[in-house]
């Protein structure tokens, strides 16, 4: 019974037709039941605290933008082919589970071929923001006070336990990297 926003489905070696309505209430999570078993979401905040009258409150582009805009606090000139830590003069308190990951702005890189480095920031710290920037270009590149340089993108993190064994288990990969499963 395909269309009409009907869709078969196979299952195993028996064709099984499902009759589902594409979108329907079933189909969509914010639209199902809540039983006591499920999670409330809770609200995540970004702390943060101005550590000068330098810093600024740091932005998002859109509504949906994935991260928040990282501004300088300072002005700095970084030679071709050198880097330097752009000092934001905030600190930050990421949401409990997350860390976040200090990621470069597009257009500098596109642009300027301006590139972010060694950008984590662990959940416990409360120091001031740095971005490690690298210069790849053959021109010197300018950051003024008040410039957008990196961008923060709080990310959910998995703490798991250490466990030393031995030997691990054999994979299909095994110990191929660097391109090995690639065709070229």
């Known amino acids: 019974m395909e269309g009409k926003g009907f869709i078969t489905r196979q ?6 037709t499902v009759s589902e309505a594409v979108g329907g209430i079933a189909n969509s999570p914010s ?10 979401p809770v609200k995540s905040i970004l702390k943060f605290a101005k550590l000068s009258e330098n810093a600024t409150v740091p932005t998002k582009g859109s509504v949906r933008a994935a991260g928040y805009d990282l501004y300088s606090a ?25 860390y976040g990951r200090v990621a470069p702005r597009s257009g500098l890189a596109a642009k300027h071929f301006i ?6 920031v662990d959940e416990d710290y409360r120091g001031n ?36 064994l ?17 065709r070229n």
């Open 166 to 182: 031995d030997t691990l288990d054999e994979t299909v990969r095994g110990d191929g990297g660097f391109g090995s499963t690639g």
């Open 129 to 164: 923001v740095g971005v490690v920037l690298f210069n790849f270009s053959k021109d010197t590149f300018e950051v003024k006070k008040g410039d957008r340089v990196a961008q923060l993108i709080c990310e959910k993190i998995c703490y798991p336990e250490l466990e030393q």
């Open 115 to 120: 590139d972010v480095g060694a950008g984590v």
């Open 11 to 16: 299952k195993g070696d028996a064709s099984h």
């Open 31 to 40: 639209k199902r039941l809540r039983t006591e078993t499920d999670p409330v």
């Open 74 to 98: 300072y002005d700095y000139s970084i030679a071709p082919l050198d880097k330097v830590i752009v000092k934001t003069d905030i600190q930050i308190a990421v949401p409990a589970g997350c």
